[in-house]
């Protein structure tokens, strides 16, 4: 889609859109927002630097994380050596420069602060990525030894007064920038003028800029979201611009109907919004939506959630996915009979209707039970502990439970009692009472564990180990969820400190190659690390009237308090 003809249209469009230009001595030069364009098609900034608070606890974690990242970060530079010799000396010579600086004072002799503002943004169609300096002359000294130690100089160009470094990639060409204020890295097309270059690297400035409007900071007030980080993808905007006619010119029947289809489809998924809902020293949440058109956002809502059980606030790992599965299919035939009745006229497109027909022939068929009648799952880890000998079967402490939602649980319990013979004597009622299965259908490894099962009206439900077992009843009686949630994972922080335990098995180091035991060990100690830092990680995706959700939020345990590891 993003043809080398569409690419240097859009871009000329957007010289179009900032006629005029001019740069406004009025404006703050410092602010990378001074230099997006109002009508921009992509944007993600940040309108203040990040909480010093958050600042604080990352630089103390990267100055943990540090010593055990150069390392692998060397070892992919040597990988590197052999297929991509170049880019192997510069991400050396990178790391050569950087892996001294720990501390905000190191990092401002390079022209870095973390009270820095960047925008990641479209002038036009095409990338533009802009960082603010501390010290632009400190910045490109830091660059100019990189380039020596690299043994590749970049090509330069002058323009104007400023030098502009360049990469050629193909059709396009990378632009770098060391501005008086900024850092600027651009991609325009390879045959792109001289007004499209300046555009891109702002040395000719918007007439209106999102640092003149109330655009993004409204934008953030209308979805809640903070001014530390935060932009949107206006895909309807953005094919506009790719799809323009270069010169102006007239479109051909051919072109007018491809632009047309493509357009419809972004029509159905206008915009992607992103943002920070909350960031301090102690919880960071990140909120992005793909906002769908109403009916097709209206059609995913009603298939529900349906997820067994509810959120285990306090398991080493709680995952959760609806299975709506007649409801899927239903959903799914109606989009693939809505392109049978209007198929694809664009050649580049046409190929979706014979993969819509071949997935209509696929789903418009008798699903049969019990995966008919599937809801949803739900997998919680309470406990585990390793054997000392990795090659031991199962743990020697297991706690956990999965539980299976359905129309009919009864029917799964039928179907495992005609398969396993030893579970023909199980009963179980709809009424969440733990029963346990008998120890010849759990084999000899599992024998030694509790296994107890139980059935509710829309769910069965198999725990092992005591705290998973004491929760059974109330999970399988749990109505499902109906909240949109269709899929949702939460990891406590202990989980990666039993994992770095686990990683330091002298079993598992014995079966493994001495270049991957260095790796493994690294990971192992980054796991403790992170047991140390994070208390709970979430993430949800959700069907919700406007579109898709998808949440993440980082807890962090307090400054000292994590539980230390075999890595300490």
């Known amino acids: 889609m993003f043809r080398k003809a569409s690419l240097y249209c859009a871009v000329i469009a957007g010289a179009l859109a900032v006629a005029a230009c001019s740069r406004k001595a009025a404006l703050d030069d410092a602010a990378p927002l001074a230099y997006v364009p109002t009508d921009t098609p992509y944007v993600f900034a940040n309108r203040e630097p990040l909480p010093e608070a958050a600042m604080a606890r990352w630089r103390a974690q990267m100055a943990q994380a540090w010593p055990l990242l150069l390392p692998i970060f060397d070892q992919t530079a040597t990988q590197l050596a052999g297929e991509a010799p170049q880019a192997s000396r510069w991400i050396k010579a990178i790391l050569d420069e950087v892996r001294q600086r720990t501390t905000p004072e190191q990092w401002r002799e390079i022209g870095l602060d973390s009270k820095l503002r960047s925008a990641f943004y479209g002038v036009g169609a095409l990338p533009v990525l802009r960082v603010e300096l501390a010290d632009a002359a400190a910045f490109k000294a830091a660059f100019e030894r990189i380039e020596k130690a690299s043994g590749s100089t970049l090509a330069t160009t002058q323009m104007g007064t400023q030098e502009v470094r360049t990469i050629t990639a193909g059709d396009a060409i990378i632009l770098l920038a060391i501005e008086p204020h900024h850092f600027v890295l651009a991609a325009v097309p390879a045959d792109a003028n001289d007004m499209v270059k300046q555009l891109v690297l702002g040395l000719e400035r918007p007439n209106q800029s999102l640092a003149d409007s109330d655009a993004l900071a409204a934008f953030e007030r209308s979805k809640g979201y903070l001014p530390y980080g935060s932009g949107w993808l206006d895909s309807k905007r953005l094919l506009a611009l790719i799809d323009m006619p270069k010169g102006g010119g007239t479109l051909s029947p051919e072109q007018a109907t491809c632009n047309a289809e493509r357009e419809a489809i972004a029509a159905k998924l206008p915009r992607l919004a992103l943002g920070y809902t909350r960031l301090d020293a102690t919880r960071m ?181 005591p705290q998973a077992i004491a929760g059974l009843s109330s999970a399988v009686m749990q109505a499902p969820a109906s909240d949109g949630v269709v899929l949702s994972t939460a990891i406590n922080g202990r989980l990666y400190g039993m994992l770095g335990d686990l990683f330091a098995n002298p079993g598992l180091m014995a079966v493994l190659p001495a270049e991957q035991q260095a790796t493994l060990e690294a990971q192992r100690r980054l796991y403790a690390l992170y047991a140390q830092w994070f208390k709970r990680i979430e993430m949800r995706l959700a069907f919700v009237p406007e579109g898709v959700d998808f949440s993440e939020s980082v807890e962090m345990l307090p400054a000292g308090s994590g539980t230390p590891s075999v890595a300490d």
């Open 285 to 465: 949440d990140v909120h992005m939506r793909l906002e769908l058109e109403p009916t097709l956002a209206k059609a995913l809502a009603a298939l529900g959630s349906g997820m067994p059980g509810a959120p285990a606030a306090d398991a080493l790992l709680d995952f959760g996915i609806a299975v709506p599965v007649l409801k899927a299919r239903d959903f799914l035939v109606a989009q693939a009979e809505a392109v049978a009745k209007a198929p694809f006229q664009c050649k580049e497109l046409v190929g979706l209707n014979e993969s819509f027909a071949e997935a209509k022939t696929s789903l418009d068929r008798t699903i049969p039970p019990p995966f008919a009648d599937l809801t949803g799952l739900r997998l919680v880890l309470d406990q585990f502990t390793m054997p000392t000998d990795f090659k031991a079967e199962l743990p020697t402490d297991l706690s956990g439970s999965l539980l299976v939602g359905s129309n009919s649980p009864a029917f799964l319990v039928g179907l495992a009692q005609m398969s396993a013979p030893p579970l023909q004597n199980l009963r179980l009622n709809p009424d969440g009472k733990p029963v346990a299965l008998p120890t010849d259908a759990l084999g000899s490894a599992a024998a030694k564990f509790d296994v107890q099962a139980a059935m509710g009206p829309k769910a069965l439900g198999i725990a092992i180990g």
